[in-house]
């Protein structure tokens, strides 16, 4: 493989921002890229982003800025649009990574040419950190599964590992989910290949989210987003998808 685009779509919030790309920095590879699109954050994330780019010359880095915040999907596909590394990561910008954590997820895809998507654990989805501990113990804790992995029905959008011919095959992310719920369900069903879920080193989830929704929009959004599954882009779907969430991990490795 010639390496990652490791995408993160930014919206505002600095803090959680900056944990997450400072964390991708010290666990980059040399062949990997970093690609930042900045979703018409205001001006105080937009400096931080300039002079954070500016702070790293060694690393390959891509900042794209656009002028107007346009949704996530819409932003996340820019991202996708600009990557042309044989696996590209979708990962939100409230997320902290450890050591290893692309190793480990494209090591699975080189030893198995039919994995197309593969999903890290996290301390919010299946690993569960005790009191005191961080993202890095976590990761210790689970480093004696490298190699294993379970496959499933659908990954988890926070994280997300996409082999190139997946995305030449099937697209991009459907921007009908606008309201930033069911988009990554939606493309694992899209893809071919097998989805797996990889106890990759601990990528964790602070669960701000990189773009505008809110607390208040959240159950609207959801009822919005299975929309697709029950009525027009994706009508008579929506038992095979209540199925799909009851069983998302099918077989263990």
Known sequence: MNGCDVIVTVYNKIDLTMNCLRSVMRNIRQDDRVIIIDNGSDEQT????????AGYSGVRMETVRLPVNVGYLRAANEGLRRSTKDVACLLSNDTVVTKGWIERMCSLMDRYPAIGIVNPMSTTFGLYPARGENAEDCAAKIAHLRGQ????????GFCMAIRRKVIESIGYLDEV????????????????????????????????????????????????????????????????????????????G
Not at 46 to 53: G, W
């Open 149 to 156: 992995y379970t496959e499933a029905s659908s990954c988890v």
């Open 177 to 252: 989910y606008d309201s930033g719920y069911f988009e990554d369900t939606d493309f694992c069903r899209r893809a071919v290949d097998p989805v797996l879920s990889a106890p990759s080193p601990v990528t964790r989830m602070y669960g701000t989210p990189s773009t505008r929704r809110s607390a208040q929009r959240s159950g609207k959004n959801f009822l919005t987003g299975t929309a697709p599954y029950s009525n027009g882009a994706g009508a008579g779907r929506a038992g095979a998808f209540m199925w799909l969430q009851a069983r998302a991990v099918t077989a263990a």
């Open 46 to 53: 937009h400096r931080f982003l300039e002079s954070f780019s």
